[in-house]
């Protein structure tokens, strides 16, 4: 056999398929009257490790979305109530939260006393999770909206203007490229904790959400000013711009829409990195503020407090989050080769 | 051809098909044919109609785990369909050698020119030296026309222009002396003058050598110089065979006459590829029943639903074959469009 | 190749202009009522000791002025941070070993180890293995270095007692310290840009496949071997290493800021996050300005490197 299987060489690239969106060239033979979304689709869902991996991830937003049942109608704890002293009953045996010494207990797989375990202050760590959780998605999810939106923008302002325009903004995010993500995201959080800007400031979560949503910004501007560029000297653009519409109009009824495939698949990656920067942010101290409950808190307050005597504190937020990290990644890889199947787009860290 | 000698490849009803996402994908679809030694046979057809997956599948290219083949294709004794990695490998390159369509991405962009010749012919002669090996490379470009060989050795493909790279490329294709040349679309990516001189050293290579020779093109006109055969290829089968003459002064198949008509009509500027057919070619998902071509054939009648074989029509001339239903009075007649061969250019009958 | 690489540098000098203003006007919005003679007064202090603060580090001066004088102190190694009244350069020095020596070992093991691994999982594409090491990078990619530091920590260090639980040991102080000390840094600053790589390389070799000149290299006779490592690595390699040039001087310039962080290293990157933490403008410029000359010369050294592997680039 052949080292490497796939396709193999008998398809020049612009040899056939000459229609359709860019992503889509050299695709072979396509059946017709199906859209390049269809068929992306199609092959998404072909993919199951993708699919299951979506669906671990929408399961983790909804129990997250959940928290406030968990927490009233279950465990009948809220997520900041810290009782060192408790005790309740597990199995007809009185427990104490935290040990004589101060050790909180571990994972009673009870779900209505302390799930899986207590941390240092003997909060419920299954409903901090959870309601850590939501923090960690909204900002995941802000930060992305404010990244996507921004990158989008900017990138194709930069491609379609060109110029100074685009000598201007490539140096602005030259600037933000070189500083590691983590320092520039620790500066920017530590300014807006402490000086703040209109309601973004001291323990807001909007704080974290708005820092990270900036820092990625060259992930997003980059790909999508190059695209632009190319797509800007295409026949149909050219048209549009004989026929007198206004920029505007090129921009977002020409470009923009053949735009939304790598728009598309830069949402996960973006997501993801962005839940992983909040956790960094935070362990740093430049992230989300005590005693808001999220997983880069759940995990640094671990580590400060509990190696080695109660490592769950670590390990279960982290593999959480490492888990939820992990489905958006691989659903999004299954995303990218169902959308553009020779992509060759340079990812965030 | 002598008597008595077999042929250097005989192409028995070869089938290539590619398994995709939509169906599968019978790119050749029972393809024979043979090339005997010092012969050039032309392959003719329009983009898309099987004809590099056929010439590729003679070196063992494309092995994609989506392929599957069918058929034989003898080389020189060896069954080339279904060999073995090693056996490939010891073929390609030397026994038959190939020339890609595009110059410009053929050759290797990090490599120095005299390096990539000289990889190809270590690659089967293990014992040469290294410069011994790029005394041969000299040889080589020189007699492919390529000015200051020896200095010329040490640059880079991006230095060199396309004809120039195509020169490097039938090289390094003659470097280990094949018994088959493979030159898939040589001239396609070059400007005319340039396609001429490519032409031209194909020309003298079958002249001084006995190797036999395949040309791959969608263009007649380069056929026209330099053909001993055509083989017309319409949407993986063949569809109509013969020898040059015969092909270009009693073409048999509609679909030939629609090439011919093409070419006649812009006979002045040959590099202009207008296709002179109505309508696109089918798709090799679902192609067609019976004649492939049926969908843009101005003649088809009823029986066309039913796959015409490949066989002899023409009295005295075993060697012509054609793929069409119609009787040779019919299509003697119906091949004159303005008084030259041509497809009638009637709407294409939508079945 | 001479007037590309000064153009570049121009470029850069430019950039690391634009990043220390930047960096410094942060700062200056940051700081109480534009005052930082203020905040280091402390609370219980007079208007007329702020006063004299001011005078004394110049913030009675116009702010370009300020930053003028910064930039100047930055470059002739005068600066001192108004916090801890330290020589900024001297306590860069001080991290310098750690971070270096972080960098480096890490470096090169998630170079090395991501050729390996992309480039098995792309001749083993779709089978056990490339599962396998799909399934590792999808997990390294995923995963904050802090949580990957504190399972060895408390799994390979505390537990198992295999390596120390952290801190750093000079080379010239124990070779066998320092070593200790670092293996599990290295491991974690790793897997984090092994995942992202090896994915890179492996979509990248794959994708050559369908490169002309790896037909014609197969075309040829050569083994299938021969044509991966010759062909398509070979070409490969190159986004890869560029890739690597800005990774690699952002740990240089305190970017593993996490890494060093769980592990005690007292690295630059860990001064960094100090410096921010105590709102110390000047140490924070200095190790900004540090990583940006980093990018500069390990950049220019990987063009070098990558224009020695790609000829278009060295002859254009
Ligand atoms: N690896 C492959 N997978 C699927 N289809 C393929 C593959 N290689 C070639 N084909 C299809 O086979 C058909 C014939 O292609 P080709 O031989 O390149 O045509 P030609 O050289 O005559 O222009 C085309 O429709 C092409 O899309
Ligand atoms: S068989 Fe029928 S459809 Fe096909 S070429 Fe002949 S006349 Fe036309
Ligand atoms: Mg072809």
């Known amino acids: ?349 | 051809m002598s008597a008595t000698e077999p042929p250097l490849l005989e192409i028995s009803d070869l089938r290539v098909a590619f398994a995709t996402e939509d169906g599968t994908v019978q790119a050749v679809d029972g393809v024979s044919f043979t090339v005997s030694r010092g012969e050039v046979v032309a392959i003719v057809g329009e983009s898309g109609s099987g004809k590099s997956v056929t010439a590729m599948t003679l070196m063992g290219l494309p092995r994609g785990s989506n392929a599957t083949f069918q058929g034989t294709a003898t080389f020189d004794g060896t069954e080339l369909v279904g060999a073995s990695d090693e056996q490939l490998r010891r073929i390609r390159g030397a026994g038959i050698a190939m020339v890609f369509q595009d110059p410009m991405s053929s050759l290797d962009p990090v490599y120095r020119i005299g390096d990539q010749i000289v990889e190809q012919i270590r690659a089967h002669e293990r014992k040469i030296s290294k410069a011994q090996a790029l005394d041969r490379a000299v040889t080589l470009m020189e007699r492919v026309g390529i000015p200051r060989a020896a200095e010329r050795l040490r640059s880079y493909p991006h230095e060199f222009s396309g004809g120039m790279r195509q020169r490097v490329m039938i090289a390094m294709a003659l470097s280990c002396s094949p018994k088959l040349l493979i030159a898939d679309e040589p001239t396609t990516a070059l400007d005319v003058t340039i396609q001429a001189q490519i032409l031209e050293e194909l020309r003298k290579l079958r002249d001084e050598t006995d190797a036999g020779v395949i040309l791959v093109t969608h263009d007649l006109g380069v056929v026209a110089d330099i053909a001993d055969r055509v083989i017309v290829m319409y949407a993986g089968r063949v569809v109509e065979q013969g020898v040059l003459d015969d092909i270009f002064y009693d073409p048999q198949h509609p679909y030939t006459w629609g090439l011919l008509g093409s070419i006649t009509r812009i006979d002045s500027d040959r590099s202009q590829r207008l296709p002179a057919i109505p309508g696109m070619p089918p798709s090799l998902l679902s192609p067609p029943k019976g004649c492939h071509f049926r969908p843009r054939c101005p003649h088809a009648f009823e029986k066309c639903v039913e796959v015409p074989p490949l066989e002899g029509h023409v009295a005295n001339r075993p060697e012509s074959l054609d793929r069409c239903w119609l009787t040779e009075d019919r299509k003697r007649a119906l091949r004159q469009v303005d008084g030259q061969v041509g497809l009638r250019s009637t709407e294409p009958v939508i079945s | ?316």
């Open chain 3, 1 to 316: 190749m001479l007037r590309f690489v000064v153009r570049r540098m121009l470029v850069m000098v430019a950039l690391l202009i634009v990043i220390s203003m930047f960096t410094f006007a942060m700062f200056v919005l940051l700081l109480p009522n534009g005052n930082p003679a203020a905040l280091l007064a402390g609370r219980l202090a007079t208007p007329a000791e702020i006063h004299l603060i001011s005078v004394r580090y110049g913030f009675d001066k116009p702010i370009y002025i300020q930053y003028i004088d910064t930039m100047k102190n930055i470059f002739t190694g005068q600066a001192y941070s108004y916090q801890s009244s330290f020589n900024v350069l001297d306590e860069i020095r001080a991290g310098m070993p750690a971070t270096l020596s972080l960098a480096i070992g890490a470096g090169l093991i998630w170079l090395l180890v991501s050729i390996l691994f992309g480039t098995i999982a792309a001749v083993r594409a779709g089978k056990y293995a490339d599962r396998v090491l799909t399934v590792l990078s999808m997990i390294g990619v995923s995963m904050p270095p802090f949580f990957f530091g504190a399972i060895l920590i408390y799994y390979v260090a505390y537990k198992a007692n295999i390596i120390p639980i952290g801190g750093y040991v000079p080379f010239s102080q124990s070779v066998g310290g320092w070593f200790g000390h670092l293996v599990a840094p290295w491991i974690t600053l790793s897997i984090l840009f092994i995942g992202f790589y090896s994915r890179v390389l492996r979509s990248s070799i794959l994708d050559s496949i369908n490169e002309d000149y790896v037909r014609t290299a197969r075309a040829k006779g050569l083994s299938e071997r021969q044509v991966l490592i010759r062909h398509s690595l070979r070409n490969s390699l190159i986004p890869i290493i560029s890739l690597w040039g800005l990774d690699f001087a952002q740990v240089i310039g305190g970017g593993a800021i996490l890494t060093e962080t769980v592990y005690n290293l007292h690295g630059v990157g860990e001064l960094a996050r100090d410096s921010i933490g105590r709102l110390d403008t000047i140490t924070l410029m200095e190790i900004v300005i540090l990583t940006g000359i980093a990018v500069v010369v390990i950049g220019a050294i990987v063009d070098v490197l990558v224009a020695y592997l790609d000829p278009r680039i060295r002859l254009a």
């Open chain 1, 1 to 349: 056999m052949s080292v490497i299987s796939g396709q193999s060489p008998g398809q020049g690239p612009g040899e056939l398929g000459e229609g359709f969106d860019a992503g889509f060239e050299s695709e072979g033979q396509l059946p017709p009257g199906v859209g390049p979304w269809k068929l992306a689709w199609r092959r998404l869902r072909r993919n199951r490790v993708a699919m299951f991996f979506g669906f671990v991830f929408l399961l983790i937003v909804v129990v997250c979305l959940l928290a406030p049942v968990y927490s009233t109608d279950i465990a009948h704890i809220g997520p900041n109530y810290g009782n060192p002293t408790g005790t309740f009953t597990l199995n007809g045996k009185t427990q104490f939260v935290l040990s004589q010494i101060g050790i909180p207990i571990g994972p009673t797989w009870d779900i209505h006393h302390y799930f899986l375990g207590a941390d240092d202050q003997g909060r419920d760590v299954a409903v901090r999770l959870l309601y850590g959780g939501r923090t960690s998605l909204m900002i995941g999810a802000v930060a992305t909206l404010i990244t996507m939106i921004i990158g989008t923008l900017l990138g194709v302002f930069a491609g379609y203007f060109r110029g100074w325009w685009d000598a201007i903004l490539r140096s602005a995010n030259d600037v933000v490229w070189t500083y590691p993500a983590v320092l520039l995201g620790i500066t920017i959080g530590t300014v807006l904790n402490i000086h703040g800007i209109g309601p973004l400031h001291g323990t807001n979560a909007l704080v974290p959400a708005v820092v990270i949503g900036f820092v990625y910004v060259p992930y997003v501007f980059r790909p999508v000013r190059g695209q632009v560029l190319t797509l800007r000297e295409r026949d149909f653009v050219d048209a549009a711009r004989q026929q007198g519409l206004s920029h505007w109009r090129i921009m977002t009824s020409e470009i923009l829409p053949n735009l939304s495939s790598t728009i598309v698949v830069f949402v996960p990656l973006i997501m993801a990195n962005s839940i992983l920067l909040e956790a960094g942010l935070t362990y740093l101290g430049a992230g989300v503020q005590p005693p808001n409950a999220s997983w880069g808190t759940m995990i640094s307050d671990g580590i400060n407090n509990d190696i080695p005597t109660a490592f769950h504190n670590v390990l279960i937020p982290g593999l959480m989050l490492v888990i939820a990290v992990m489905s958006i990644n691989i659903f999004g890889d299954g995303l990218r080769d169902a959308l553009d199947p020779r992509s060759k787009i340079r990812v965030a860290r």
